[in-house]
């Protein structure tokens, strides 16, 4: 089975950018999609991000849309998120999930294998 480790997270002021990683372990060829999603306290977690791991499909929330850019490394087995142009309002626990059959990639009920989450915080 696909394991998923995040890591990037970090303390950060609001216009700053961080890069959170997802790296996956194999066998990778069973994976359609991977998302990234953040909770924050006191709210339900929300779709921030996704890509199909083959082809180049990807999706965004409204919400980060020209400040935030989710690639993918094959040959590393790895997933990012970069995330410029940092808002206070950003600061939540995200988290890195995946799916493996499309042909949807944004909601998040679809997504049944979950890392453990990297704390962001975006201070003012």
């Known amino acids: 089975q696909v394991r998923l480790v995040e890591s990037g997270g970090g303390l950060v002021q609001a216009g700053d950018s961080l890069r959170l990683s997802c790296a996956t372990s194999?066998?990778?060829?069973?994976?359609?999609?991977l998302g990234w999603f953040r909770q924050a306290p006191g709210k339900e977690r929300e779709f921030v991000a996704a890509?199909?791991?083959?082809?180049?499909?990807?999706a965004y929330a409204d919400f980060v849309r020209g400040r935030f850019t989710i690639s993918k490394d094959i040959k590393r087995d790895t997933m990012y998120l970069q995330m410029n142009s940092l808002k206070t309002e950003d600061t939540a626990v995200y988290y890195c999930?995946?799916?493996?059959?499309?042909?949807?990639?944004?909601?998040?009920?679809?997504?049944?294998?979950w890392g453990q989450g990297t704390q962001v915080t975006v201070s003012s």
């Open positions: 999930a995946a799916k493996g059959t499309g042909p949807e990639i944004t909601p998040i009920e679809q997504y049944d294998l």
């Open positions: 194999e066998p990778t060829f069973s994976l359609y999609a």
């Open positions: 890509a199909t791991w083959i082809g180049g499909e990807t």
